[in-house]
């Protein structure tokens, strides 16, 4: 496999792409027009028969979520994208609504339509201003050429779409905390179940999607669930965006099948930056349990990292060469995690604390073996007993890089110090 696949990020070379007429240029908004031509459970039936997993990290069949909405439940039904992208690493959801907005709210426009619902809501950090302003404008674009709110294309649906700013908090990515949110309290995970299929959004039946799920549903109306199924693995259908950062050459979105490896992803950026070779990597942003240079050809699908002891995530590709510390590293995710815990819960709230506190000591050469285990065992302490999956990830980073690099951590408190020149690397880039 050495060949990329742009669907979404087809026409990102052009710099009108995020404008409707540039969308439409192409074929934009005629998957709509065919979905409003079909009985709403068909397109539900058309996304599981394509076999589309959520795209935002758990991987959950996204037809199958839409399918939960219980039928008899007289209240009514919300969309909610989940465009919070906060997890250190993952950088796609934002390029796409940059780029390309009017692939996300055709998709919304569909995926409404099929499940039934006539109010979307897009739950968009509020930091990335330039994506709120060009998500606002491609809203407007839609609303002028009937795209959007009344008796859309003369079908008869109604839909109204809302753009909404979150105010910059990790926990908000969390589907629950989310909801909360966007209802005006403070975000922080709810208590499962219900879960929100059942009483989501204003205790009403609501889908919670990822932005890259959301805007691959428009191909697969167009294109069909067998030319979906083409790309990718038998269980891990489709294509996806792989978002190489860190110390490689050519750093970037690539828009492959499900099941390329790094090493193919690699060859295509042009390798490890000159003069260097990998040393670890992340197959899902940083709460995924790091993969190391052995793990070069594992298939980047849902079940092949899962069976190598990772987890495919957001497809956040950091990648960090012989330079880089990775104790260093680790200790600034644990920060990131301990600074955005949203303290409900005290396995998170108290166990992140502490590991930041034995992190540091050990970068600093102060500790001892003893601290490693300490470190184990508040990642066991933590993991399966925190409210959401904040705390499970956190502990990924910690006890991988153990398991492939204690040796590194030894050296720390052997040598009385960091054993890395930090003026040649950085956690994020190189000199």
């Known amino acids: 496999m050495t060949t990329l696949t742009p669907v979404l990020s087809k026409n990102w070379d052009r710099p ?8 439409r240029e192409t ?12 009985e709403p459970d068909s397109i539900v039936d058309l996304v599981k028969s394509a076999g589309l997993r959520g795209r935002g990290g758990a991987g959950f069949p996204s037809g199958m979520k839409w ?27 934002i390029p796409l609504m940059l780029a390309n907005p ?33 998500l606002h404008r491609a809203v407007a674009e839609a609303y ?15 839909l109204e779409v809302v753009v909404h700013a979150g105010a910059g908090a990790y926990i ?19 208590l499962k179940p219900p879960f929100p299929a059942v009483a989501g959004l204003y205790a009403s039946p609501t889908v919670v999607n990822n932005v890259e799920s959301i805007a691959s549903v428009p191909p697969i109306v167009a294109n069909g669930a067998e030319w979906f199924t083409a790309m990718g693995t038998e269980k891990s259908a489709g294509f996806g965006f792989f978002s190489l950062s860190g110390h490689v050459a050519r750093p970037g979105q690539y828009e492959a099948p499900l099941g390329v490896t790094l090493r ?39 079940e092949s990292v899962s069976a190598a002891g990772s987890m495919l995530g957001t497809r956040a590709l950091q990648i960090f060469d012989e330079t880089t510390c990775v104790v260093r590293a680790v200790g600034r995710w644990i920060a990131f995690y301990a600074h955005e815990s949203c303290g409900k819960c005290t396995p998170c709230r108290e166990g992140n604390y502490w590991m930041v506190q034995v992190l540091d000591r050990l970068e600093k050469g ?52 960091c054993p890395f020149d930090h003026t040649k690397s950085t956690v994020w880039g190189g000199a």
């Open 27 to 38: 074929g934009g908004y005629e998957a709509l027009r065919k979905a409003l031509t079909m």
């Open 67 to 93: 399918g939960f909405l219980p039928k008899d439940n007289p209240k009514p039904r919300y969309l909610v994208v989940n465009a919070d992208e906060s997890e250190p690493g993952t950088c796609k959801d």
């Open 366 to 417: 102060q500790g001892d073996e003893s601290d490693l285990e300490k470190l184990l065992d508040i990642c066991d302490n933590i993991l399966g007993r925190a409210f959401c999956a904040l705390g499970d990830g956190a502990t990924s980073p910690v006890t991988s890089s153990i398991k492939y690099f204690r040796q590194e951590y030894i050296d720390h408190f052997e040598r009385g110090g």
């Open 102 to 134: 009017h692939a996300l709210i055709e998709g919304i426009a569909v995926a409404s339509y099929a499940i039934k619902s006539n109010l979307a809501f897009i739950y968009v950090r509020g930091e990335v201003l330039h994506v709120i302003r060009r």
């Open 172 to 190: 908000c990515g969390e589907e629950t905390a989310l909801l909360d949110s966007l209802e005006g309290y403070r975000g922080q995970p709810r």
């Open 264 to 302: 193919e992803l690699l060859d295509m950026a042009g390798g490890i930056r000159p003069g260097h070779q990998l040393k670890f990597w992340t197959p899902g942003g940083s709460s995924t349990p790091i993969f190391t240079d052995e793990h070069l050809d594992t298939p980047l699908d849902f």
């Open 144 to 158: 002028e050429a009937g795209l959007l709110g009344r008796d859309i294309l003369g079908s008869g649906f109604d």
């Open 16 to 23: 009108d792409s995020f404008t409707l007429d540039a969308y």
